[in-house]
C-alpha cells in the first residue's frame, strides 16, 4: 500500500466506500471492527503493526490497492 496515513487517506476511503453504495462505518459494522480504531489506523493515530494490518485491509476493501 502506498497510501500515507492522514485525513486525506481518511477521506479517500470514505469516498471509495461511496462509490461502492456503502460507507466505512457499515463496513466496520460488517467486520467487527470499531470505527474509532479505523479512523485512528487511517489517520496514523495507531500507526503500529495491527494498525498498518487494519489500514491494508480497509483500504483493499475501498478498492484503493
Known amino acids: ?3 500515507k ?6 477521506l479517500q476511503v470514505r469516498a471509495a466506500f ?3 453504495r456503502s460507507s466505512l462505518r457499515q463496513w ?3 467486520n467487527g471492527v ?5 479512523r ?6 495507531w ?3 495491527a494498525g498498518q494490518r487494519m ?3 480497509i483500504c483493499a476493501a475501498a478498492g484503493l490497492e
Not at 470499531?34 to 479505523?38: E, F, G, I, T
Open 1 to 3: 500500500m502506498h497510501e
Open 5 to 10: 496515513p492522514g485525513e486525506a487517506l481518511l
Open 34 to 38: 470499531l470505527s474509532s480504531n479505523a
Open 55 to 57: 489500514r491494508r485491509r
Open 28 to 30: 466496520c459494522r460488517q
Open 40 to 45: 485512528a489506523c487511517l489517520i496514523g493515530d
Open 47 to 49: 500507526n503500529g503493526p
Open 18 to 20: 461511496t462509490l461502492q
